[in-house]
């Protein structure tokens, strides 16, 4: 586990060349097909060598949860491990591996009706009118969203007009199956906040040198998108799609995408920072494998 720009993807393919591991992807962005710039998903030779699980699934048009990835997860380490070798869950989905660790909460299933339903409010009203809905009903659950989270407000808004109760109600009742595997918990984290802006921002720049803007013009030729949808809601791409829109230029288009992304690695360190039973270690130490390495063959001796 670990923020954006961490080394994951690194340490991963290293890992695997020592020890009979398959690489599990969790990385709720990874999953959309013809997403591969934005998402940094590996490259065709490197997949070819190291295969991984769970990237390529759906549509940039469909839309995935931390159900649906906690039951393909499940099933791909039975496979795994069928097969003599160990899964590695890699990526910086957070709630994806507190799902599969936890279990999930008892919550209704996403009704398309009902979410097309207040896609169209919010297209008429805006989500900050929405937000402000969701404080008159559910107070506690509006508190932790920002008026502008449109994700969020779609699916607590769903919950709650479903059950006609608050989400804390719906999250009490959880439906926990005992996660059959011994966990070995690792997290890279870098020892100097300065340093990781600076490979995000190299990154991003890489990003749009290698046509992240025309990348997402394809997807916009090629599938029904619009900007509501999880897809193009994920960092990278909500700016080019703005870009494309004219609502920014391209030194705007840069800024903007640098500074989502740092945010985004800001709520990864806050998951990590109160994570249970985690082994820590500096993402920018120059024996970061050999040190994650030597822990993860020490703990499967």
């Given at each position: 586990m670990?923020p954006t720009?961490?080394g ?19 990385d709720?962005?990874q ?7 934005g998402?940094?998903k ?5 997949l070819e ?5 769970l990237i390529?699934l759906?549509?940039?048009?469909e ?5 649906r990835f ?8 039975a496979?795994?491990t069928?097969?003599?070798k160990i899964?590695l869950?890699?990526?910086?989905t957070?709630?994806?591996f507190?799902?599969?660790?936890d279990?999930?909460s008892?919550?209704p299933?996403?009704d398309?009706?009902?979410r097309?339903?207040?896609d169209?409010?919010?297209r008429q ?5 929405l937000h ?8 506690a659950?509006?508190?932790?969203l ?5 994700q969020?407000?779609q699916?607590v ?7 006609g109760?608050?989400l ?19 997290a ?9 802006h600076?490979r995000?921002?190299?990154r991003?720049d890489?990003m749009?040198?290698?046509?992240l803007v025309?990348?997402?013009?394809a997807?916009?030729?090629k599938y029904r998108?619009?900007?509501a949808l999880?897809?193009?809601r ?11 829109e004219?609502?920014?230029?391209r ?14 690695a800001?709520r990864q360190?806050?998951?990590?920072r109160s994570?249970?039973?985690?082994t ?11 040190q994650?390495?030597?822990t ?6």
């Amino acid at each position: 586990m670990g923020p954006t720009a961490s080394g994951k993807t690194a340490v991963s393919l290293g890992l695997t060349l020592r020890l009979p591991l398959e690489i599990i992807s969790v990385d709720s962005a990874q999953v959309f097909r013809d997403m591969d710039i934005g998402t940094a998903k590996p490259d065709r030779a490197t997949l070819e060598k190291f295969p991984h699980h769970l990237i390529d699934l759906i549509s940039p048009e469909e839309r995935y949860s931390a159900a649906r990835f906690r039951a393909d997860a499940l099933r791909v380490m039975a496979q795994i491990t069928a097969r003599g070798k160990i899964p590695l869950l890699a990526g910086g989905t957070m709630l994806y591996f507190k799902a599969l660790r936890d279990g999930l909460s008892d919550l209704p299933q996403a009704d398309a009706e009902l979410r097309r339903a207040i896609d169209a409010e919010a297209r008429q009203r805006g989500w900050p009118a929405l937000h402000a809905e969701l404080a008159r009903c559910d107070p506690a659950a509006a508190a932790r969203l920002k008026p502008t989270d449109a994700q969020r407000i779609q699916r607590v808004l769903e919950v709650v007009r479903l059950t006609g109760a608050p989400l804390a109600e719906s999250l009490a009742r959880r439906s926990e199956a005992a996660l059959p595997y011994r966990l070995i918990q690792l997290a890279l984290l870098p020892s100097d906040r300065a340093v990781l802006h600076e490979r995000i921002a190299q990154r991003f720049d890489a990003m749009l040198a290698a046509g992240l803007v025309d990348e997402v013009r394809a997807l916009r030729s090629k599938y029904r998108l619009d900007a509501a949808l999880p897809s193009m809601r994920c960092v990278g791409y909500r700016q080019a799609w703005e870009f494309l829109e004219g609502g920014c230029d391209r030194v705007a288009l840069r800024d903007n995408g640098i500074v989502a992304t740092r945010q985004l690695a800001k709520r990864q360190l806050t998951w990590l920072r109160s994570w249970p039973e985690v082994t820590a270690y500096d993402c920018l130490a120059p024996d970061l494998l050999e040190q994650v390495a030597h822990t993860v063959a020490a703990s499967l001796a």
